[in-house]
């Protein structure tokens, strides 16, 4: 079964860092570009970042440039995104999502709640 | 950036109706488009990709269509299982923008 999940929500306080880890089964990890989607309480999904199968490539959402990295562990089936300087408004759930051939995202975990408050 | 406008953002409507929900892109992105439901509580779902191309599994009652700057999704003949919330994505360029989602409830 294709499955994939989250991990290393928490709260934190503005100005904090995090790593959130996404665990892969089920399908070739390396084959597949990977996002993070984000929805914070009670609002719509954002798109966050991508990095392609290798890790060449990565874009981020203007909102989190700058603070926020992806990157993955082939090796690990594991997609991470480093998170500092966080900031009220980064309070969502996380979605990790593999990306089809495409571009479309076809397989979601079901999220990790990061809270960002003092 | 560009700008992705769902309409209407709620919407009611009965077991059996035909509904449509538009999103109008802020510039042209051909067929870069993709629908997602999303349920409370639940991760979002890929329903249609390249803006008429319907995942599979997913009910034939479901279809895209549009390219350009319009797009819509239209469900045939509406199942209690089909409320939810509907949001659109452009995938022609960075960052992948989602639309501000269509609510539909039961009227």
């Known amino acids: 079964e294709v499955q994939l999940v989250e991990s290393g929500g928490v709260v934190v306080q503005p100005g904090g860092s995090l790593r959130l880890s996404c665990a892969a089964s089920g399908f070739t990890f390396d084959d597949y570009t990977m996002h993070w989607v984000r929805q914070a309480p009670g609002k719509g999904l954002e798109w966050v970042s991508l990095i392609s199968w290798d890790g060449g490539s990565t874009y981020y959402a203007d909102s989190v440039k700058g603070r926020f990295t992806i990157s993955r562990d082939n090796s690990k089936n594991s997609l991470y995104l480093q998170m500092n300087s966080l900031r009220t408004e980064d309070t969502a759930l996380y979605y990790c999502a593999k990306e089809k051939v495409g571009g479309y995202m076809d397989v979601w975990g079901k999220g990790t709640t990061v809270t960002v408050s003092s | 950036d560009i700008q992705l406008t769902q309409s209407p953002s709620f919407l009611s409507a009965s077991v059996g109706d035909r509904v449509t929900i538009t999103c109008r892109a802020s510039?042209?992105?051909?067929?870069?488009l993709a629908w997602y439901q999303q349920k409370p509580g639940k991760a979002p779902k890929l329903l249609i990709y390249?803006?008429?191309t319907l995942q599979s599994g997913v009910p034939s009652r479901f279809s895209g269509s549009g390219s350009g700057t319009e797009f819509t999704l239209t469900i045939s003949s509406l199942q209690p299982e089909d409320f939810a919330t509907y949001y659109c994505?452009?995938?022609?360029?960075?960052?992948?923008?989602f639309g501000g989602g269509t609510k539909v409830e039961i009227k």
């Open positions: 390249a803006a008429s």
């Open positions: 994505q452009q995938l022609n360029s960075y960052p992948r923008t």
């Open positions: 510039q042209g992105i051909s067929s870069y």
